[in-house]
């Protein structure tokens, strides 16, 4: 097989007119782009959906080789959204409904072959209502464009067309590789052989069948000495199948291979035969301002994040097939994904299901192959029960794929269950409530019981929002978790959502923006982020829930501040001086592997040491003191009383309190605290927080990645900024504008000129063609400048 990539230098227009299919006319009113292509770069927030759906041209002139004539010509589309037609030369070729499955066409008799041909795309992004989701409302974007990968397959016309591999029995000794494989044609006398490669490409065992005389042939091989795909282990074996005949090598494909059996039981979810509490969040895979046209190594980073920072075990491909770099990070490092068909609530008409059967078929075409995937989503998320529609939906899934389950996300009790797996939406929580439904109370099935979103539109929090409210998201992010925990019945939660998304104006904050992950559009965390990376022990958390500021709370009163950490304990100090170890409360969350830290003194023994009061006269001096926190000057009875008390023994005036309050408490003209938080692990001091006011500020800029290195497309990398005090705390309120310049083979994707959302911002740079040193400064008037050099890579052409 010949592969001819043609991701770069696209002709186009944000319109169209069939005189742009004359490959002879050309206006100089054509942009070159390259794909991933967004058809409009979106603000931030405060637009209009509207202004990304229209009707668009794309043109590449493409020399097909002479001596690929008489092969098998395939054009093959990841993703354009979300109708387009193909047009070679002037003749329409072949069309594709649905911005999110793949698209193939061949073209072997529309090309001529030793010359430039003209390869046209009339892309249509407005939401047609044929085609799911569209329809009714959604709340995400579908954004429009090219924004997929494009390439050109040469192969002979007898040729592998597909290859599904199973893995059956893979705790028995010896493994079982069944292997079903698809030919364009039947191929009599012709053989193919299967060679199963390690991660490091060595021969594990080699086998060769006969193609026999259907174009479908099964196969099952037995192996041993086979690794399992484990989620901190995954290993993966690459299956090379040849086409041969007399020898000779006709065509050869290749298929990923991951040992494994995913089962889902009324008791819980199940890898190799070990039951795992599943753990993971909803994704969308969009971007601010390029929206879904992202390449591989952005796809891949934010599968890093769920996995390495994030530390869950599991996402939701929400709420449609996403793309394969990010499927192919997550079999690579071992995080489990449920993906789902497109759709949002609404069910069309006969046409529009006919389509979502399609979309059925091409997804799980697409993706059967990847170890990580143990859930295919088969029903619209959130719509109503439709039985013979989901009876097909499900039938086409199983037909498809005998060896994964289904599921079909609802957000209603009693629901007829058509899939394997109820799979529900549970927004109970309210912050005083229960964390979670009974299963009991949501389905009469005693099938598997799996919470597919949680949280989310009922508490939305934006990283600048009060530090209360941001407390408040995280707690119940946690609640959830450990009500999850705690049952036997239920599989695993995914939180909605891992970051916040551009939406249409029937929902989110007014701005386009639903505010409901657990970060910002850019990745940055909000609170709630710790929730879930203080549940993994590869590196140590220790994020406290306030600044310690007491400005920042309803009458001054800091109340609780909630740590949540990995450590055993947490140590705090004031001014140097040992104030209490804090342990984890076990108490509220009893079955989180690491529960959060309250800390709810800031005085200690500091009473006893420095103003003679001693024993349990500390301790009510030290209440009275926290309550005149609280309630100001209308201190509780009691209270009242207990400090006239203390006030007579101790022979205290009014402004002997004052000075107490203002020493121990507010700190009011008082110096400047020092509030050190030292987190231990197996007695060790691993991770150390201090919280004081503003000396300095300075300005962190952090890139994902020095290199960047351009082969199929053009490739991109992050830059994170952030707003620091002098101990590296973020400023939860800066909002400094930075002016952006850049020089060698780097662009920045978006505007040149941005402010700090909550102290913090990110932006994606992407390469421009040729190898070199990229330059990027940022200049602010607070922070001054900062520079970064990056090396960019251009791979030749193979």
Same mark, same amino acid.
């Given at each position: 097989m010949q592969k001819i990539n043609l991701n770069y230098h696209w002709q186009y227009k944000r319109d169209f007119n069939e005189k742009y299919l004359d490959k002879a006319y050309n206006d100089g009113g054509f942009q070159l782009v390259d794909i991933p292509h967004a058809n409009l770069l979106l603000d931030y927030n405060n637009f209009d959906e509207k202004e990304y759906q229209f009707v668009s041209c794309y043109r590449?002139?493409?020399?097909?080789?002479?001596?690929?004539?008489?092969?098998?010509?395939?054009?093959?589309?990841?993703g354009i959204s979300s109708y387009a037609q193909l047009y070679i030369n002037g003749r329409f070729v072949s069309e594709h409904s649905g911005g999110y499955t793949p698209f193939e066409t061949d073209i072997s008799d529309k090309v001529v072959f030793g010359q430039e041909n003209l390869f046209a795309v009339v892309c249509d992004s407005t939401e047609r209502e044929e085609i799911p989701p569209f329809g009714k409302v959604m709340d995400y974007l579908a954004y429009g464009g090219i924004y997929r990968e494009v390439w050109l397959e040469a192969r002979d016309k007898k040729h592998i067309r597909d290859i599904f591999v199973k893995t059956p029995e893979v705790l028995s000794a010896a493994k079982t590789l069944d292997i079903d494989i698809e030919l364009s044609q039947p191929c009599r006398g012709m053989t193919l052989e299967l060679r199963l490669l390690d991660h490091k490409s060595r021969l594990v065992s080699k086998f060769i069948h006969a193609a026999g005389d259907s174009a479908k042939t099964c196969i099952r091989h037995r =192996?041993?000495?086979?690794?399992?795909?484990?989620?901190?282990?995954?290993?993966?074996?690459?299956?090379e199948v040849l086409l041969k005949e007399g020898g000779e090598v006709v065509d050869s494909s290749l298929a990923k291979v991951g040992f494994r059996h995913a089962e889902f039981k009324a008791d819980g979810f199940y890898l190799n035969g070990k039951k795992i509490k599943l753990v993971g969040l909803n994704r969308h895979q969009?971007?601010?301002?390029?929206?879904?046209?992202?390449?591989?190594?952005?796809?891949?980073?934010?599968?890093?994040?769920?996995k390495f920072e994030l530390g869950v075990n599991m996402v939701r491909t929400s709420h449609y097939p996403q793309s394969r770099h990010f499927l192919d990070r997550c079999?690579?490092?071992g995080l489990l994904v449920f993906e789902e068909i497109p759709g949002w609530q609404h069910i069309g008409n006969e046409k529009w299901k006919e389509l979502s059967y399609g979309n059925v078929r091409s997804m799980i075409l697409r993706d059967r192959n990847h170890p990580s995937i143990v859930l295919w989503g088969v029903r619209i998320n959130e719509s109503a029960d439709c039985n013979e529609f989901y009876m097909n939906t499900n039938r086409i899934a199983h037909e498809l794929d005998n060896t994964r389950q289904t599921g079909g996300v609802r957000n209603f009790k009693d629901s007829l269950?058509?899939?394997?797996?109820?799979?529900?939406?549970?927004?109970?929580?309210?912050?005083?409530?229960?964390?979670?439904?009974?299963?009991?109370?949501v389905t009469k099935s005693n099938a598997p019981y799996l919470v597919t979103e949680h949280n989310g539109h009922m508490f939305p929090t934006k990283r600048f929002d009060n530090e209360a409210r941001r407390l408040e998201h995280a707690l119940r992010h946690m609640r959830v978790l450990d009500a999850m925990l705690g049952s036997d019945r239920i599989s695993g939660a995914i939180g909605w959502c891992m970051f916040d998304y551009n939406t249409h104006k029937d929902f989110g904050s007014g701005d386009r923006i639903c505010y409901h992950g657990v970060s910002d559009m850019f990745r940055i965390p909000k609170l709630a982020w710790a929730v879930y990376s203080s549940q993994q022990d590869r590196t140590p958390v220790l994020e406290l829930s306030s600044s310690m500021d007491i400005g920042e709370h309803s009458g001054g009163n800091m109340g609780t501040v909630y740590a949540f950490t990995n450590c055993d304990c947490i140590k705090l100090y004031k001014d140097n001086e040992f104030i209490k170890t804090f342990y984890p409360d076990r108490r509220q969350f009893p079955n989180l592997k690491h529960p959060p830290v309250k800390i709810d003194d800031f005085i200690g023994d500091l009473l006893a040491k420095y103003e003679n009061i001693p024993g349990k006269d500390s301790l009510r001096m030290k209440n009275v003191l926290q309550a005149a926190s609280k309630y100001g000057m209308n201190l509780p009875l009691g209270s009242k009383l207990a400090m006239a008390r203390l006030m007579l023994k101790y022979k205290l005036s009014m402004d002997d309190?004052?000075?107490?309050?203002?020493?121990?408490?507010?700190?009011?003209?008082?110096?400047?605290?020092?509030?050190?938080?030292?987190?231990?692990?197996d007695g060790k001091l691993v991770k150390s927080?201090?919280?004081?006011?503003?000396?300095?500020?300075?300005?962190?800029?952090l890139p994902d990645t020095f290199v960047l290195k351009e082969a199929d497309t053009y490739d991109a990398a992050r830059i994170v900024l952030k707003a620091l005090d002098q101990n590296g705390? =973020?400023?939860?309120?800066?909002?400094?504008?930075?002016?952006?310049?850049?020089?060698?083979?780097?662009?920045?994707?978006?505007?040149?000129?941005?402010?700090l959302i909550g102290g913090a911002r990110a932006l994606w740079i992407r390469t421009m063609g040729r190898s070199g040193k990229g330059v990027v400064r940022f200049i602010s008037e607070k922070f001054g400048t900062h520079e970064l050099v990056f090396e960019v890579i251009k791979k030749k052409p193979d």
């Open positions: 590449k002139a493409v020399e097909v080789p002479g001596q690929v004539s008489g092969k098998s010509l395939i054009l093959k589309f990841e =192996l041993s000495d086979i690794l399992l795909w484990e989620l901190e282990n995954p290993v993966l074996y690459t299956l969009s971007y601010p301002y390029a929206g879904y046209a992202m390449p591989e190594s952005a796809q891949k980073k934010d599968a890093d994040l769920l079999d690579e490092i269950l058509l899939e394997d797996v109820y799979t529900y939406n549970d927004f109970l929580h309210n912050g005083s409530n229960a964390a979670l439904e009974l299963p009991s109370r309190g004052i000075r107490l309050f203002g020493t121990y408490v507010s700190n009011w003209g008082g110096k400047r605290i020092n509030f050190r938080f030292e987190g231990y692990k927080v201090v919280k004081s006011t503003l000396e300095s500020a300075r300005l962190e800029v705390n =973020l400023l939860n309120y800066a909002s400094d504008a930075v002016n952006i310049k850049t020089e060698g083979p780097v662009e920045v994707i978006g505007p040149k000129t941005i402010a």
